[in-house]
């Protein structure tokens, strides 16, 4: 290529890229200006390879502590990853097997457990309940055989693989797992196998003794207040559904590695980005540590995390080659990390650009949508009428489930406004879709009634 045409190439390289920082920089920003987030690290790769790495706004308040690109974050749920990859390299090894019952390797385990499989652990459709902090004290410090002893005393929600219900308690599980078939602590098995053979020199589990360089402080918005993160007993911030430290860069180190086969076969990875078949045949779509999808055409392998202050994302467009990695310093109710990682690949690639927000239609029930602002009223205040749900809805609003609401909202603020964007109609089900502004956010709940106006289903979507 002649010199004249190649500095041309490189001009308009160079020009194209300045035009992508800007507009990333616009997405960024103004997702964290209207959500009041602290801080927030980004990484964009293509093909494996950095092409921006940035920080935003402040690792710690107090101290008015830059973001930069080495600041470290917590995971979050974004360890799940982690956790399947090395189960995977064990189920190489042979020395485990996707299909082996957990009792052969937790053999006091309740007759409720016989049926539970590591492949139904690693999908999220084992039965096991989510713990919350109503099964687990989260300032106590519990030792491996104390959160499996109290994890199998704990009811199933379901037949093993009937349903798809998110249970931290699974990978929790796998990590106890992984211990006994290596006589390792999961933790250091992942420094062994996965972060030192790539350079990951930052990424290791949780520890708020240690002096940790470039560390972020975790922050929560309390009625609009800016909050220091809650205290987690050391013990609960070390278990394998996601707790770990890591930057933007040992992340773009991870996705190079999950090109190759350095860690694990290609044909593992397939198995891990393949949506979980249910016992009725049905699938969902989710694999192993990863949640699966499809925007307008571009295949989409993701994963989000929140935990103590932190909110993290990562978003892998596989055949496009695109890799986009938010970090956040503000709790799940507010930090958008999955809204920033995907309003920035759609810079990198329009095509995957969301639709506009879909338009009000005409309600004409206003008393169901009276029964939907009774509903949220009613949570906001940590109450619930039971009267008003089926059976099977009341299960989700234990008073557990309840108090966890009634923080949810009294975040969000007052409501603002209440739009109803579909109606739909199913086998007598009919399920309503709801804009509903709050004051300090916005939100789409689905509310399901049955042909008695009885509530079956309630949630963000």
Known sequence: MPARRLRWSVLLLWIASWAHADE??????????????????LAVMREGKIVRAQG???????????????????????????????????VEEGKIGLEDKITKYFPESPASWNNITIRRLLTHTSGIKDYTEKDVNFRLDYSEADLLKLFQGLPLDFPPGDKWNYSNTGYVVLGILIHKITGEFYGDFLQERIFRPLGMTTTRNISEADIVPNRAAGYRLVKGQLKNQEYVSPSLNTTADGSLYFTVLDLAKWDAALYTEKLIK?????????????????????????????????????????????????????????????????????????????????????????PAPPKAIEDKEPAVTQKFRALIDGLAQGTVDQSTLTLEAAKKFMPDDVKGYHDYFDDLGAVKSVELIERKEDGGVRTYRYRVGFERDKHVLVLGLDHSDKITVFYFE
């Open 24 to 41: 990333v920089d616009r997405v960024v920003q103004g997702i964290m200006q209207q959500y009041k987030m602290p801080g927030a690290a």
């Open 266 to 354: 290609q044909s593992s990875l397939e198995k891990m980005w393949t949506p979980v078949k249910l016992n009725d045949g049905k699938t969902y779509n989710y694999g192993f540590g990863w949640s699966l999808g499809n925007i307008n055409g571009h295949k989409l392998v993701e994963h989000g995390g929140a935990w103590q202050g932190f909110t993290t994302h990562i978003s892998r467009y596989v055949d496009d080659k695109l890799t986009v990695v938010v970090l956040t310093n503000l709790d799940s109710a507010h930090s958008h990390a999955e809204d920033i990682a995907h309003d920035v690949a759609a810079v990198y690639l329009p095509a995957v650009k969301l």
């Open 56 to 90: 935003y706004g402040l690792a710690n308040v107090e101290l008015n502590v830059a973001v930069k690109p080495e600041t470290i974050f917590q995971s979050g749920s974004m360890g799940k990853q982690f956790t399947a990859t090395a189960i995977m390299m064990l």
